[in-house]
């Protein structure tokens, strides 16, 4: 017999519980303590979700690399020169080429 399981049977035996009441007592808690386990569980996944779903909006919003690179480039000490003007939707440009 392997020391594992000698030293399984030896826990086994030495912490089973001896009355139906200490049985009773000790099923409560354990279903208690797994109730709590699977709880938090599920609040870890959806705090996971959500904090996926708010780094997902962020990346919507943060600007294009090529307006970052320009407002890098126009910046020089104490002197900004940033784009006042926003881009120019795609809409507005077929709608400009139909008229004319």
């Not at 609040?43 to 990346?59: E, Q, S």
């Amino acid at each position: 017999m392997s020391w594992s399981r000698s030293f399984r049977n030896f826990i086994r035996r030495h912490t089973a519980p001896k009355t139906e009441q200490e049985a009773i007592y000790w099923t409560d808690k354990l279903s208690s303590i797994y109730v709590f386990c699977a709880w938090n569980a599920m609040g870890f996944a959806v705090a996971g979700c959500l904090y996926k779903y708010k780094m997902a909006r962020v990346d919507e919003q943060k600007p294009s690399r090529e307006q970052v690179a320009l407002e890098r480039t126009l910046t020089w000490g104490n002197f900004t020169a940033r784009i006042v003007h926003p881009p120019v939707q795609e809409e507005k440009i077929e709608a400009i080429e139909t008229e004319s």
